[in-house]
């Protein structure tokens, strides 16, 4: 008879977790490291080092069981150098530089989850995101000490970002680890030779914020 | 392409002493005192090179200070001397005194501000003959020539020029032509135990220097 009481009270206590609107309302702040690996066009025009100067997170509200929106947002840190070469001004003009590419990008987007089995006792809870929104780029190229283009601005940026939270608890989902895949783009020129495409791997946390 | 530079024409004003904005960042605090220095050479294009056999070297480094010059032997102009003579030697130029009517004369400048802010240099050949009298390389009354371009910059920073001098065709030309100009900028350049390595930098970009 005990064993069946406690297994009610169990069963009641995991019931508001797993209804279907349980997640609804709930905000939550996610906040992780991020590693952004160039890719394209950015990795063989500007910077081919990765980035291990990066966070990613953003602040969400549950819609329900499965989907939330919210604010995402970022900042990525790209440096690389190149060693001392000659260029050519003009036929008669040459620069022997140290030449340092320098990007900066802030995305500020709107997101959207879907997070399939959220609310059930599963300890591994797959993920997909996407976003859309602006990224505050600032790029500098350095020869040797001196600055000798410089371009900043708001940009239209986008992501897709796939992963998997692991919860603390069996029984609360709203506190876990999170890990994920994500790719973005940012269109930070007027060419294609000026975007910025890069695949972000990032690990962090994520809480109930009300 | 391993990676994009985009430099304009417009750049080579910035570049010289314009420099869109000499602020350094995290960026470039990192670099070396080599790291930070650009070697800048240009040349007139309509000369050939190979047609002057001898050089001379003003003595002395001029220091432009704030738009006033002065004259200064230390150790470290001497080593820049010594350096732009032995590559000029390298590249089959003969050094003779002044008094031996060179084909070209050959100054070196290093201009200096002690002012931080938006300086001014576009005025660096306009007063080049205040700096340099002709008459130390036997053409009194003569003016200077200079296609090369001087804008502004931003910073407390230092620079050395080398102007090399068509004096074999002076009294041709009516006027004294500088058809070739090394400029170097950076951190550390007034250092005697890089000069040779700095000068080099300058001389290895450009290699239609050649007497032969």
Known sequence: ?210 | MKYNLKLTSGFWALAIFGLVSCTKNSAVNNLSNPDTRIYITQRDSTVNFSSYKTFSIDDSVTVVDNGQSSKSLTPTGQAFIDAITKYMQQAGYTLVSKSASPDLGINVTYINTTTTGIIDYSSYYDYYGGYYDPTYWGYGGYGYYSPYMYGTYQINSGALSIDMLDLKNAAANGKIKIIWNGLIRGEGIADATTADSQVQALFSQSPYLKAK
């Open chain 1, 1 to 210: 008879m005990k064993k069946y009481i406690i297994l009610t009270l169990l069963l009641f206590s995991l019931l508001p977790a797993s209804s279907l609107w349980a997640q609804r309302g709930i905000v939550k702040l996610n906040a992780a490291y991020n590693l952004g690996l160039p890719l394209g066009n950015f990795k063989s025009n500007y910077v081919s080092n990765i980035s291990p100067r990066g966070l990613m997170g953003d602040v969400s509200l549950g819609l329900n069981n499965k989907w939330a929106v919210g604010l995402g947002f970022g900042y990525q840190d790209f440096y690389q150098k190149y060693p001392r070469t000659v260029y050519n001004l003009a036929s008669n003009q040459q620069i022997s530089a140290v030449l340092s590419n320098s990007i900066q990008a802030v995305p500020v987007m709107a997101k959207v989850t879907f997070t399939p089995f959220l609310g059930t006792t599963k300890l591994i809870q797959p993920y997909l995101a996407a976003g859309a929104g602006i990224s505050f780029v600032t790029y500098n190229q350095y020869l040797g000490e001196f600055s000798s283009n410089n371009t900043s601005g708001g940009k239209f940026t986008a992501m897709a970002d796939a992963g998997i939270q692991l919860p603390f608890s069996r029984y609360n989902s709203n506190t876990a680890a999170e890990i994920g895949v994500s790719y973005n783009y940012t269109r930070f020129g007027m060419s294609d030779a000026m975007n910025m495409n890069m695949v972000g791997i990032h690990a962090g946390l994520i809480f109930q914020l009300h």
